[in-house]
Nanobody, 115 residues
Framework: VQLQASGGGLVQTGGSLGLSCAVSGSTFRFTLFGWYRQAPGNQRELVASISKGVITTHYADSVRGRFTISRDNAKNTVYLQMNSLKPEDSAVYYC?????????WGQGTQVTVSS
């Protein structure tokens, strides 16, 4: 499985960004997927996940109410809409299955929130 995250960038505090993740492979629609992030000096953390049936979503406490995860099984794509961004949201964001496929981590996409 290959994963390509995109959509990151530089935004001011309170701004919004939308991330996309293109997933190769035919098993996408049968897999729980999530967005992870890793800031310098920190461990990678799962911030949002979505069930294969697009029925159930889960969010880390730090992003609940501000981030929205979604997926389009027809397009093999996972999205993360991030609103009301804070400097502490700055990190490299990755998409991957939940639990993650260790061989499938891509380069991620950098999100930087300026204060």
């Amino acid at each position: 499985v290959q994963l390509q995250a995109s959509g990151g960038g530089l935004v001011q505090t309170g701004g919004s960004l939308g991330l996309s993740c293109a997933v190769s492979g035919s098993t996408f629609r049968f897999t729980l997927f999530g967005w992870y992030r890793q800031a310098p000096g920190n461990q990678r953390e799962l911030v949002a996940s979505i069930s294969k049936g697009v029925i159930t979503t889960h969010y880390a406490d730090s992003v609940r109410g501000r981030f929205t995860i979604s997926r389009d099984n027809a397009k093999n794509t996972v999205y993360l809409q991030m609103n009301s961004l804070k400097p502490e949201d700055s990190a490299v964001y990755y998409c991957n299955a939940v639990p993650p496929l260790e061989r499938s981590w891509g380069q991620g996409t950098q999100v930087t929130v300026s204060s």
